[in-house]
C-alpha cells in the first residue's frame, strides 16, 4: 500500500522558511531537522522572498562581506570540478608526473591567450595542487632547455598537422590524439587540443539544419520496433540500420539509401539515384546481403518512410531471412544511427564542395564511404578505432577461439 502523501500547514511552512531566513543557516540542515524533503523546502523558501521580496532588511556590512566570501568560494569550487573533470586522463593509473605538467601547462597557456578566462581560472599553484605535484618541479620542467620541451612540442605539431592533413581537415583533437596512440606518440589529448589551438587547425563543423524524408503511409502498426534505440550487437551482420537522405547537384537532388552494420559502424550496402522510391532502398539492402555474411533472422531497422513500409520492400526482406523493425514517425532517436552518418557525410564531404552533376556526386560519394568511412575514420562510438579495424579484430578472434 502506498504510503500517504505528507501535508503541511501554512503556519509550518512560514515557520520552517523563518528558521532558514531569520538564522541564516543552510536549507539541507533545516530540512534534516524538522524532517522535510530539502527540495520541498527550497522551494518554500524561494516562494516566500518572491512573494516578500521589498520587506526584507538589508545585508550588514559583515553579511555582504560573508556573502561575497562565499560567493568566491562556490567560483573555487566549481572551477576545481571542471579542472578535475578535464585532468581524469592523467590521473588515471599509468599516468607521469611529465604528463601532468603537460596538462597544466597547456590549460595555463589556453587561460593566459584569453584574457576572460585568465580572470576566472585557476592559478598553477592551485592546480598543481589538485594535480599532487610539485609547484618547483613544474617550473623546472618548464624552463628546461628547448631540446628538452620546446622541440618536443615542435615535433608534435608536425605529426599533428599529418593527422589533421589525412583526416581531410575533419578530425578535432580527440581523434588526433587517437591517431598519435595509434603511431605510438606519447602524449595527452590536453596537449594535442593546446597545439592544434595554437596551429589554428579547426576542423570543420556540421550545419545545424535538416528536411526529413519519411512519409509514413499509415500502413505500419504491423511492424514491431527490434532495436528500441539499442544500436549496438555482439557480431557483424546481426543488426543493421537504414535511412535515406539527399544531396543537391547542379542537375538536381541525388538520394543515397544506406544500410549501416550495428557492431562494426561500416556502411555495409549503400545505393544512389535521382529519387528515392523503393528500389532504391532494394539496392541498399541487396548489396550488404552480396558483400556480407548477414546471421539468419537479422535485423533491419529503419524510419516508417512509405517506401521502407511498402509491400515490396518487406517481400525483399523475407526473401533475405531478415525481420524487420521501425521506429515511430517523426522521431529522429529511434534511428539516431543512421542519422548519424548522414551528418558525418554531409559535414565532412558534402557541404565543403559542389556537385556539377550526378554522376560526380556518384564518384565521390562511393569513394568517401568505401575509402575513407569505412577504411580510415576512427570513430567514437568504437574506441576511436576505424569500421574495418573492428571487424579485422573479431574475425582474428574468431579464427583463435
Known sequence: MPRPKRSFSPEFREEAVKMVIETSRPVAQVAREIGVNPGTLANWVNAYRREHAGEEAPLSVDERARLRELEREARELRLENEFLKKAAGVLCQ????????????????????????????????????????SRSGFYEWRDRPASATAERR?????????????????????????????WGVSCGPELV???MREL?????????????????????????????????ADAPGQKMVGDITYIETWEGWVYLATVIDCYTKAVIG???????????????????ARNHQL?????????????????????????????????QTGVCYDNAMAESFFGVLKNERVHRTQYPTRAHAYRDIARYIELRYNSRRRHSGLAYRTPQQVHDEYLERQLAA
Request: aromatic residues 8%.
Open 270 to 288: 549503400w545505393a544512389m539515384d535521382d529519387n528515392y522510391k523503393a528500389p532504391l532502398i532494394e539496392r541498399a539492402i541487396e548489396m550488404a
Open 94 to 133: 599509468g599516468s607521469s608526473v611529465s604528463d601532468k605538467f603537460e596538462f597544466i601547462d597547456a590549460e595555463h597557456a589556453a587561460n593566459t591567450e584569453n584574457a576572460e578566462s585568465a580572470l576566472a581560472a585557476l592559478s598553477v599553484v592551485k592546480m598543481c595542487a589538485l594535480l599532487e605535484v
Open 193 to 195: 587540443r593546446c597545439l
Open 154 to 182: 615542435e615535433d608534435l605539431k608536425l605529426i599533428i598537422v599529418k593527422s589533421f592533413t589525412d583526416s581531410d581537415g575533419t578530425y578535432g583533437y580527440r581523434r588526433v590524439h587517437a591517431d598519435l596512440a595509434a
Open 200 to 232: 589554428d587547425l579547426e576542423p570543420c563543423q556540421p550545419r545545424p539544419w535538416r528536411v526529413g524524408l519519411t512519409d509514413n503511409d499509415g500502413q505500419t502498426d504491423h511492424i514491431p520496433d527490434l532495436v528500441s534505440r539499442d544500436f549496438t
Open 295 to 327: 546471421a539468419e533472422g537479422a535485423i533491419f531497422h529503419s524510419d516508417r518512410g512509405s517506401n521502407y513500409t511498402s509491400t515490396k520492400f518487406a517481400e525483399t526482406l523475407k526473401k533475405l531471412n531478415l525481420r524487420q523493425s521501425v521506429g
